[in-house]
């Protein structure tokens, strides 16, 4: 009964390539947001949606895509991978403009 | 620019003593306030809410708004091994309502 679910767990590739972060939630909620812990465990949001529509988006490089099929998905592409982008990735869900948000279990991106 | 500040860690204390983290907030006009727990290599999840001045109890968690003072607090009552985890203070705030997450003040109780 995961309520929401990331994949894959674990990414290591190299610098230059291209790839994605899939996120589902089962919880009913319109909002879906994408964060990014880095080392020092500072949590900062990127992206969140609302029923498919971007809501926020955060200052971060055009090489990260947001991708929303429907309002129990969002997907996160990153194309061009750089050494900075290794962190931790977190998908989260919640009812439209509520703190109450529920994280996925995250992805750790490792880019060599 | 919206900041969230936690009083820097990490903090120690004693199995059955209180901890005390804290927490301010530049943002005048935020309108709710989290605190999230974190264990080493899990995601974070939520603990304590609150909404409006005063205090918020929720079992060995109490929860502290000072709008005025801008300021947010958590107390751990006789704290247990398991509380050992990093602390996040999150502010909700602005027109997209968007959450903003302190830096965490990592937090070990010592049997």
């Known amino acids: 009964d995961t309520a929401v679910s990331q994949t894959p767990k674990y990414l290591v590739t190299q610098m230059g390539n291209d790839k994605s972060i899939k996120c589902e939630q089962n919880l009913g909620h319109d909002t879906m947001y994408w964060y990014k812990q880095d080392s020092k465990k500072f949590l900062k949001i990127m992206f969140s949606?609302?029923?498919?529509?971007?809501?926020i988006n955060e200052t971060v490089p055009n090489r990260f895509s947001p991708k929303s099929p429907d309002k129990a998905h969002l997907n996160l592409h990153i194309n061009s991978l750089e050494l900075g982008d290794s962190a931790v990735y977190f998908c989260?869900?919640?009812?439209?403009?509520?703190?109450?948000?529920?994280f996925g279990p995250g992805t750790r991106l490792t880019v060599t | 620019q919206k900041e969230v500040e936690q009083n820097s860690g990490p903090l120690s204390v004693p199995e059955g003593a209180i901890a005390s983290l804290n927490c301010t907030y530049s943002?005048?006009?935020?309108?709710?306030f989290f605190w999230y727990r974190q264990y080493s290599g899990k995601s974070p999840e939520l603990i304590m809410s609150?909404?409006?001045?005063g205090d918020k109890e929720d079992g060995r968690f109490t929860a502290q708004l000072n709008k005025a003072s801008q300021y947010v607090s958590l107390l751990i009552r006789d704290s247990q091994p398991s509380d050992s985890a990093t602390y996040l203070c999150?502010?909700?705030?602005?027109?997209?309502?968007?959450?903003?997450f302190g830096s965490g003040t990592q937090l070990t109780v010592l049997p």
């Open positions: 609150i909404y409006s001045n």
């Open positions: 989260a869900s919640s009812h439209p403009g509520m703190g109450e948000q529920y």
């Open positions: 999150a502010v909700l705030s602005g027109s997209a309502r968007q959450l903003t």
């Open positions: 943002d005048r006009g935020s309108q709710s």
């Open positions: 949606y609302n029923n498919k529509e971007l809501i």
